[in-house]
């Protein structure tokens, strides 16, 4: 039984990615715009998906399993994590370059291709919790 607030459903991916970081990925199957998935995430988890490097990136492919625009946490403000994290892996998908000028962009993930796409859209989004706000979460 869901508390109120929580999703109906969602999808944890729990793996470790390179060789220091583990990543618990949380598809949310609620639509919100980013500021409002950024502020669910940092709530109940930790914050939007950071996806450091290839491994993560095909993580997130494996809980995105329909053919969905998910949130992830890179927004433009020179182009930066939303839990801070340096940016230094990117999939930008065919046509899409980080070097626009728009300032209200956020970047959706599609078959593991990075959108970019106007911040107050509704998607579907990827959380991250660290392995010990994962485990409170179970509790």
Known sequence: MWAAGKPRSLKIFSGTAGTQNTSNFIFVNQSMTWKEAQSYCRVHYTDLASVRNQAENDQMKMIITQNQNTWIGLYRNS??????????????????????TATDAC???????????????????????????LDLHRL
């Open 79 to 100: 182009w930066a994590w939303s839990d801070g994290s340096p940016y230094s892996f990117s999939n930008w998908g065919t046509s899409q370059t980080p070097s626009g």
């Open 107 to 133: 970047l959706n993930s599609y078959y593991g291709q990075w959108i970019i796409r106007d911040c107050t859209s509704r998607n579907f989004f990827a959380c991250y919790a660290s392995k010990l706000n």
